[in-house]
């Protein structure tokens, strides 16, 4: 549970000297923030003067603790095109290679075009499959990256002990909603079901006006052309708005797709 995660002891917390715990006051606030419900644009959590607090008879906090800081519903215009600057991108990709070399080929473009335009990578701190090919070629370009990764994911050794930043959460509650905190917009590359359910919940979260960051789908060798397909049948089943449908980007080329959020 969200609000009754046990944090490690210390001497429990094997992390590399870059590797930074949150601290108590910064985890508090990253609770607090979830449980009232603070409006916020992901960047400022202090610019917003119209929050939204919990009270009792509505919203439990808990079952906030998902969602990246909630935005009251139609409180902030949508951001004008020209004013839509990306200078960090959360991706969502697979802790595998899959079986098509195509997948991590796309991953290193991924990384090239982010390193390129000195977009800093936000992910889930790994360093195997996709998640380590997109992160070590940022890396190897000079850029910056940032991983956000659960203490059991820590524990297991799957963390990537090379990276600019790394945060430690308590859950994977509080580690989706700091990776949506810190990015500008979200990419998905080939992945399995945990990418799915981070492309689909940060896609909800945009339906329902938690944000406004924009959101791309990188579909390598035709590998969402499944996907996209039952999405249409959706939509024209009349379960996917239009213009909620319309707000994934998709393209095959990962410059143009970072082009395409811009």
């Known amino acids: 549970m969200f609000f009754g995660a046990r944090r490690l002891a210390p001497e429990r917390a094997q992390v590399a000297p870059h ?5 108590s006051d910064e985890r508090f606030n990253l609770r607090r923030r979830l449980a009232v419900g603070m409006v916020c644009d992901g960047v400022d959590h202090g610019r917003w003067p119209n929050a939204v607090p919990w009270r009792k008879g509505t919203h439990h906090p808990q079952n906030l603790c998902a969602l990246p800081n909630a ?12 004013e839509r600057v990306l200078k960090s991108v959360c991706v969502y990709c697979g802790s595998q290679d899959g079986r098509d070399p195509a997948y991590a080929e796309a991953a290193r473009a991924m990384g090239d075009a982010l390193a390129d335009r000195s977009i ?12 380590g090919q997109v992160a070590d070629r940022v890396l190897a370009r000079g850029g910056e990256v940032v991983g956000v990764i659960p203490e059991k994911l820590m524990r297991a050794e799957v963390a990537h002990d090379g990276l600019t930043t790394m945060h430690v959460t308590t859950s994977m509650h509080e580690r989706k909603a700091m990776m949506a905190d810190l990015a500008d917009g979200f990419v998905t590359l080939p992945g399995g079901l945990g990418t799915l359910e981070e492309l689909f919940e940060t896609w909800t979260w945009g339906q329902l006006q938690y ?19 039952f999405l249409d049948h959706a939509t024209a089943d009349g379960y996917v708005r239009a213009q909620h449908r319309t707000m994934l980007q998709v393209d095959t080329d990962p410059a143009t797709l970072l082009a395409k959020l811009s």
């Open 120 to 131: 800093r990578l936000v992910y889930g701190g790994g360093r195997i499959g996709m998640m």
């Open 71 to 82: 935005l009251a519903i139609g409180s902030v215009a949508p951001m004008a095109a020209q």
């Open 19 to 23: 590797t930074r715990l949150m601290s």
């Open 211 to 229: 944000h406004d960051k924009p959101m791309g789908l990188l579909n390598v060798n035709g590998y969402y052309d499944g996907l996209l397909g």
